[in-house]
């Protein structure tokens, strides 16, 4: 079936690193997303990643894909306040398009 | 470039009545997608429209319904409104199909 798991809260210090994780259960999916979602708004793609490929880094995000377990990981280095959102895990799923969300991981960051 | 744009932006209805919400796609984009989100939850897929056509759906009932147009924008309605179709509706474009979905701001849909 179709089923995507995250924690749900995550607090970190500004200045740290943040690491939010994810599983997933289809094994055919062949892109993963991180989107961020900030209060009152829609949701923006952070990156994503090829499921051939078990790492992508763009700036301050790392993407770590671990195909064998079915766990994908966003790192945020030196995370600022900005950074408080809460941010989605999301598979491609079937032929087309239809992407399967986790129920978010809410970051708060504090000084 | 313009984004997504979604309208309106906010909406009250009551029960038993029928709303239509609006999507335009971003510049270059073909292919629109409708995602559902509960308060406190994850977008849950509706359906998805390429070439004027509905080409895949997700778990909803056929209340909702939708349409794309020449121009690659889209329309969702839901017809018989229930207080738990309270959401927002996001509305997602990409090229194609297969290239990552970019999402619009969303309509935030309260039923009375």
């Known amino acids: 079936g179709e089923d995507v798991e995250q924690s749900l809260f995550l607090s970190v210090r500004e200045g740290d690193s943040s690491v939010i994780n994810c599983t997933y259960t289809d094994s055919s999916s062949t892109y993963l997303y991180w989107y961020k979602q900030e209060p009152g708004a829609g949701l923006q793609l952070l990156t994503y990643?090829?499921?051939?490929?078990d790492m992508k880094q763009d700036q301050r995000l790392t993407v770590l894909l671990n195909k064998k377990d079915k766990h994908l990981s966003l790192r945020i280095a030196d995370t600022q306040t900005g950074d408080s959102a809460i941010y989605f895990c999301?598979?491609?799923?079937?032929?087309?398009?239809?992407?399967?969300f986790g129920a978010g991981t809410r970051l708060a960051v504090h000084p | 470039d313009a984004g997504v744009t979604q309208s309106p932006t906010h909406l009250i209805k009551t029960r038993g009545q029928q709303v239509t919400l609006r999507c335009s796609p971003k510049s270059g984009h073909d292919t629109v997608s409708w995602y559902q989100q509960a308060l406190g939850q994850g977008p849950q897929f509706i359906f998805q429209?390429?070439?004027?056509?509905?080409?895949q759906r997700g778990n909803f009932p056929d209340r909702f319904s939708g349409h794309q147009f020449p121009n690659y924008s889209s329309e969702l309605n839901v017809n018989a409104l229930l207080l738990g179709d309270s959401a927002l509706y996001l509305c997602?474009?990409?090229?194609?199909?297969?290239?990552?979905?970019?999402f619009g701001d969303g309509t935030r849909l309260s039923i009375l």
């Open positions: 990643i090829f499921s051939n490929m």
């Open positions: 429209y390429y070439e004027e056509e509905e080409r």
């Open positions: 997602a474009s990409s090229r194609r199909g297969d290239q990552p979905q970019h």
């Open positions: 999301a598979e491609k799923s079937g032929g087309y398009n239809k992407l399967i």
